[in-house]
């Protein structure tokens, strides 16, 4: 079964320096994509960036990186240049297909990110 | 650009009532998915559509039921709510693979 394992429950970060987040996956498909995503505390789920098994480059979205490196099955997200408005719980997901042919996210258990002034 | 809207962004009820939470995707978004998200918990998938029909189920209650119009909106239905209910609701929409979440309606049953 996929799986999303995020061992951070909470990740300190002065401003402006960078930090990242740890996610490791399990799966057996071949085929699948990592996303990240970001949830302030008004709860909103806010796309940040994807990342395709296949994808040769690791993916990049402004300050958002993603360290992929299939071989560990890890996806770390990178933020540069940290704000104070980055502070917000951060989920890693992963697509998992399903029978009917939609894909149904599995996510991680989230890291809290507190960036201070 | 269009987001995924959803109404009503807050909404009350007691025990036993029933609920409903609209969802109007993002424009030629295809599928709609359902998630239930507890508090300090991470989302769970509920149920899917792709082009109006039911596609796929999760951890959904027998006392929830959804529905996907012609004009793509979503409905979700809960009835003989709980306390285990109180929850935030997303619905997501998607054309490939990138789904993209609405700001979710916070159910509180007391």
């Known amino acids: 079964a996929q799986k999303i394992t995020q061992t951070q429950p909470g990740m300190f970060v002065q401003e402006k320096e960078a930090v990242t987040l740890d996610c490791t996956y399990d799966t057996s498909d071949p085929s699948y994509g990592l996303f990240w995503y970001k949830q302030p505390s008004s709860g909103e789920m806010i796309f940040l960036i994807y990342?395709?098994?296949?994808?040769?480059q690791n993916a990049t979205e402004g300050r958002y990186s993603l360290n992929f490196q299939k071989a560990r099955k890890s996806a770390n997200l990178v933020i540069s240049a940290s704000q104070l408005g980055d502070s917000a719980m951060y989920f890693c997901?992963?697509?998992?297909?399903?029978?009917?042919?939609?894909?149904?996210?599995?996510f991680g258990k989230g890291t809290k990110l507190t960036v201070n002034p | 650009a269009a987001g995924v809207i959803q109404s009503p962004r807050h909404l009350i009820k007691e025990k036993r009532e029933t609920a409903t939470l609209k969802c109007y995707p993002i424009p030629r978004h295809d599928t709609v998915y359902w998630y239930q998200q507890g508090p300090g918990q991470d989302p769970q998938f509920l149920i899917s559509?792709?082009?109006?029909?039911?596609?796929d189920k999760g951890s959904i209650p027998d006392r929830f039921s959804a529905q996907q119009f012609s004009d793509y909106h979503s409905e979700l239905n809960m009835s003989s709510l709980e306390l285990g209910d109180s929850a935030l609701y997303f619905c997501?929409?998607?054309?490939?693979?990138?789904?993209?979440f609405g700001p979710g309606t916070r159910l509180t049953v007391l």
């Open positions: 559509f792709y082009e109006k029909m039911q596609s």
């Open positions: 990342q395709g098994s296949y994808d040769q």
């Open positions: 997501a929409s998607s054309f490939d693979h990138e789904q993209f």
């Open positions: 997901a992963m697509r998992t297909a399903l029978k009917g042919g939609s894909e149904k996210l599995v």
